[in-house]
């Protein structure tokens, strides 16, 4: 199977929101940058097509000429599933703070954030490198590719 086209700029957009997000979050001592971050990342996962974030992108940042779209032959699959893992692990940080247990929702926020600017400044994915290693231990595929 040919791999689909795939926007990197339209990924490390979303990464720098939510590093963005992130640290928006610790600079007001709030939560609710971070429920929103995750509600984001979940819905960019389920539904691409439907991303707020994408739509953040394609609608503001690209006709701004604030980014250039730079479609390249990839799988989504990996990128679909590292934002899924990052919007479960900002609700579980988002819940740690609702249940009175701030210092385990900043450790899970920070470490959403530090993986996010690894992918930024590094291009590594974490969550990309993890979905290939669930893949080759033969686990389900949890983001199947499309077509």
């Known amino acids: 199977m040919a791999a689909q086209l795939v926007d990197r700029t339209a990924i490390r957009f979303a990464q720098t929101l939510v590093v963005g997000g992130v640290a928006l979050a610790a ?13 984001a990342l979940a819905a ?11 739509a953040l992108y394609a609608r503001v940042a690209v006709p701004l000429r604030l980014v250039r779209p730079n479609p390249v032959p990839d799988d989504p699959a ?3 599933f590292a934002q899924g893992v990052g919007a479960a692990v900002l609700a579980l940080a988002t819940v740690a703070f609702a249940a009175g247990s701030p210092a385990a929702g900043w450790t899970l926020a920070a470490l959403v954030g530090a993986l996010a600017l690894l992918n ?7 969550g990309c490198f993890l979905y290939g290693w669930l893949v080759r231990l033969g686990w389900f595929r ?6």
């Open 44 to 54: 960019s996962a389920a539904a691409p097509a439907r991303s707020p974030l994408r």
């Open 78 to 80: 990996p990128h679909r």
């Open 142 to 147: 949890l983001f199947p590719r499309q077509g």
């Open 27 to 39: 600079a007001l001592g709030a939560a609710w940058p971070l429920a929103v971050l995750a509600a």
């Open 120 to 126: 930024l400044t590094r291009g590594f994915c974490a």
